[in-house]
């Protein structure tokens, strides 16, 4: 008969959930994870652009966006990306670092998610795939450290297999993990599951919405936008909030690239972004200097030749198209100072307003979730119910791009797994 009582139950085969599976049953607890995909760790296969940014070198509390700035800081001291950079290696993943600190598989990310299953086997977990979760309750008749928690299930069909047998299971268990992740990507298993729990159980969530994720345009700007697609340069794209010296990338839908998914974490609905095309150049006193100098010129061929920046041919003509086509064959000479100066600081600082952004369709993450302040950040506690927990991506903690989201999911499991052993 299959067993039906755990001391831990995980809802969540994903990056926290075995995660913190492992490291709870490498400490003797009797664990069972659930998950209703048909295959454990779907998103860490993708990662990555399928290499795995699995952590960075550099990890600090300011890579990490929350309504609470101080409940990262805990988990991520306690657990640095060292300790999971030991673990590839013991598993012999070869990796290489990419700038800013990123770390990934050389091979492919399938190379992680193996490591975490041979962990998880060899701590004896036992994870039910194709599972639905239809409820889960707390009887804490015995007092607050005696309760016992109650999960009905389903088997679930997939694409896969139908299920002929549809009687459901109910698993107990002194303590339930919640790590179902975020909302991005729903053909890939992502559900509010999370969110529901957590609100049974009386939390707050923060408002959530995807993140890490391109920018949509409409209108004339879409238009120019679309039309370079495939460019890429380097650009300073800020908000009043952050800043990044990262690449820019024009697509066919709107912007992407490294710059506009680290903005887009900073980002609300209806807000405007500045990009800044000539990060290397004062362009406004470059135009106005050469005035001066070479009054003959044409403001393309100054862009052209004399900026550090060099920016491709198509761009800058769809630029003047854009900017400045009523004096595109007009010589310096005879544009007025203000007018130069103004041009200058629209390409220092070219102001646009997202109509959106490609939503969780394509999101790497959901910015927001559930409220830090009810949870521990010792130990990933529900403050409203003993025994609950919560980690990884269903909290409102939303890290850079870089490898610092696996961090997070890594350093809260880990948090989650001691307090788990702890209390056994
Ligand atoms: C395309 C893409 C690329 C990414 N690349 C990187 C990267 O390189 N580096 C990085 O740091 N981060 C990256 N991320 C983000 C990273 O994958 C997540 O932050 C991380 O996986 C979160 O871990 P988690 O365990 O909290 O959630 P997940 O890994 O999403 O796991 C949640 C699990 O819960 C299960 N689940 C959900 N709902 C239910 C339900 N109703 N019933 C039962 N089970 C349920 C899901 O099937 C899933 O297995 C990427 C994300 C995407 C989408």
Avoid at 8 to 36: E, F, M, N, T
Avoid at 103 to 115: G, H, K, P, R
Avoid at 274 to 290: G, Q, Y
Avoid at 400 to 416: D, E, K, T, V
């Amino acid at each position: 008969m299959t067993p039906t009582s755990y001391d831990v139950i995980i809802i969540g085969a994903g990056a926290s959930g075995l995660y913190c599976a492992l490291h709870a049953g490498q400490r003797g607890l009797r664990v069972l994870v659930l998950d209703h995909a048909n295959k454990a760790g779907k998103k860490i296969l993708m990662s990555g652009g399928g290499r795995c940014n699995f952590t960075n070198y550099f990890v600090a509390p300011e890579h990490f966006i929350s309504a609470n700035s101080h409940f990262c800081k805990s988990a991520l001291s306690r657990y640095p990306s060292w300790e999971f950079i030991a673990m590839v290696e013991r598993h012999k993943i070869a990796y290489h670092e990419r700038e800013h600190g990123q770390l990934f598989c050389d091979d492919s990310a399938q190379d992680i998610l193996t490591m975490l299953l041979n962990e998880c086997q060899g701590a004896g977990i036992e994870i039910r795939l194709n599972t639905q979760i239809d409820s889960l309750s707390a009887d804490n008749a015995d007092g607050a450290d005696g309760t016992h928690f109650a999960i009905r299930t389903t088997p679930k069909a997939n694409k896969k297999s139908t299920v002929t047998d549809k009687t459901g299971t109910t698993y107990h268990s002194r303590a339930v993990v919640v790590a179902t992740g975020g909302l991005s990507i729903p053909t890939m298993g992502a559900s509010g599951l999370g969110y529901q729990l957590a609100e049974q159980f009386g939390h707050q969530i923060e408002p959530c919405s995807a993140s890490l994720v391109p920018f949509t345009f409409t209108d004339q700007i879409g238009e120019l936008i679309r039309s370079l697609s495939g460019v890429s340069i380097p650009v300073v794209a800020s908000n009043e909030r952050a800043s990044f010296r990262l690449p820019l990338l024009f697509t066919h839908r709107g912007l992407s690239g490294p710059s506009m998914l680290q903005l887009s974490n900073y980002w609300h609905t209806g807000e405007t972004i500045t990009i800044n095309l000539f990060p290397m150049t004062d362009v406004s006193e470059l135009l106005l200097t050469h005035k001066q100098q070479h009054p003959k010129q044409l403001v393309r061929t100054v862009l052209a030749e004399y900026t550090e920046d060099k920016l491709p041919k198509k761009l800058l003509s769809a630029l003047q198209t854009h900017l400045w086509h009523d004096y595109r064959d007009t010589e310096l000479a005879n544009i007025k100072d203000e007018q130069l100066r103004l041009l200058g600081e629209t390409l220092n600082g070219w102001t646009l307003k997202p109509s959106g952004t490609e939503g969780y369709r394509t999101a790497e993450v959901t910015r927001g979730g559930v409220n830090t302040d009810e949870v521990s950040s010792k130990t990933m506690e529900s403050k409203q119910q003993k025994g609950l927990y919560f980690i990884g991506e269903v909290l409102d903690v939303t890290g850079w791009l870089g490898g610092y989201n696996f961090q997070w999911a890594w350093a809260s499991s880990y948090a989650c797994a001691q307090a788990l052993a702890a209390k056994k």
